[in-house]
């Protein structure tokens, strides 16, 4: 029940990096574990990334650990993905979403969905 609000994507060259911000409103984040998806056209909607309510503990899909980090700044209601080493194959629509807790996220289980912003990675 908190709104949520992607921007950050945009057109970037392999190799390159772009942070994506999810603003939330209506509710704090801060009783919510936070996450990241993506959905490339065709495809289905996989998890990216996760993070608990604290910021303690963050999980990651394989096909971006080492390159992708989460993290969440809940004073100012908003969680960040930092993209750096982008390939190609990241090129999809990015999401936000809030969950009850980290495991419900990891799984796709969430209480709240972003609109997504569009991430295009070129060779």
């Known amino acids: 029940q908190v709104q949520l609000v992607e921007s950050g994507g945009g057109l970037v060259q392999a190799g390159g990096s772009l942070r994506l911000s999810c603003a939330a409103s209506g509710r704090t984040i801060s009783v919510y574990a936070m996450g990241w998806f993506r959905q490339a056209p065709g495809k289905e909607r996989e998890f990216v990334a996760a993070i608990r309510w604290d910021g303690s503990v963050t999980y990651y899909a394989d096909s971006v650990k080492g390159r992708f980090t989460i993290s969440r700044d809940n004073a100012k209601n908003t969680v960040y993905l930092r993209m750096n080493s982008l390939k190609p194959e990241d090129t999809a629509v990015y999401s936000c979403?809030?969950?009850?807790?980290?495991?419900?996220?990891?799984?796709?289980?969430?209480?709240?969905w972003g609109q997504g912003t569009q991430v295009t990675v070129s060779s």
């Open positions: 979403a809030a969950g009850s807790n980290l495991n419900n996220l990891r799984i796709g289980v969430v209480g709240s």
